[in-house]
């Protein structure tokens, strides 16, 4: 399975891979420079949501379609409740097992409910109060922008500005911008721009696509982002 994905996300090498290659943390560049970058990212920043684990208490317990029951893996144990993410449009609902995707990659299952599906939600209680996970999604607003390689694709107009910049250290340049912009660093998100973990997504495969959210799995070894094309779900996988 993780070969047919690595191969689906694998691009020629080609400048931009060159490009890479530039990476430099001494390099100096101007603050004039950077802030020319700062000013032309402002207008592509887009609102999202980052992610985290906190404590939570007195939290409501997950919600499901009437008559649900308890998520469990194929090996019929069951999963433990890790909490709601929510978006002006949608809710998803995450349970996982703490062995991991390796596995069983039944160990990671989400509930995706548009937000017109919301009246038919109600809570579901577990079998036992343990599966209810003490920490659980929090989430804060945040500007999201896209990785080196999306700016690529997706504004070759300030790619261009970029590399005329800094044509030795274009990477450099757009990290230290992007930075001032958007200082978190991000494994978990709603909307925006998907940060991906790898940089070798083939652009044209998500172009089309609407980014929904990304999570990774309680081990911290794997990302899973979520697309839709308007009608279903796609899905993507990386591997820390």
Request: net charge neutral; hydrophobic share 35%; glycine share 2%.
């Amino acid at each position: 399975m993780f070969k047919f994905l690595k191969r689906l996300f694998e691009t020629p090498s080609g400048d931009y891979g060159s490009l890479m290659d530039s990476r430099d943390p001494e390099v100096h560049l101007s603050q004039t420079t950077i802030n020319t970058i700062v000013e032309a990212l402002r207008p592509i920043l887009l609102p999202a949501m980052i992610i985290e684990q906190s404590v939570v208490e007195n939290d409501k317990l997950p919600q499901l379609p009437a008559g649900s029951i308890w998520p469990t893996n194929k090996k019929d144990k069951p999963l433990h409740y890790q909490g709601t993410i929510t978006s002006n449009e949608f809710k998803v609902v995450i349970f996982q097992h703490e062995d991991g995707l390796k596995k069983d990659h039944t160990n990671l299952q989400y509930f995706y409910f548009k937000k017109n599906q919301w009246h038919e939600l109600e809570e579901l209680s577990p079998t036992d109060s343990n599966l209810v996970s003490d920490q659980r999604y929090k989430q804060s607003n945040i500007n999201s922008l896209p990785i080196w390689e999306e700016i690529i694709h997706r504004y070759p107009e300030i790619h261009k500005l970029i590399v005329k910049l800094a044509p030795n250290h274009p990477w450099t340049l757009y990290k230290r911008a992007k930075k001032i912009l958007c200082d978190k660093k991000i494994t978990q998100q709603i909307n925006g721009y998907p940060q991906w973990m790898i940089n070798d997504i083939d652009f044209r495969k998500i172009k089309e696509l609407t980014f929904l959210f990304q999570i990774e799995d309680l081990n911290h070894s794997v990302v899973h982002y979520y697309f839709t094309d308007g009608k279903e779900i796609q899905q993507f996988i990386q591997r820390q």
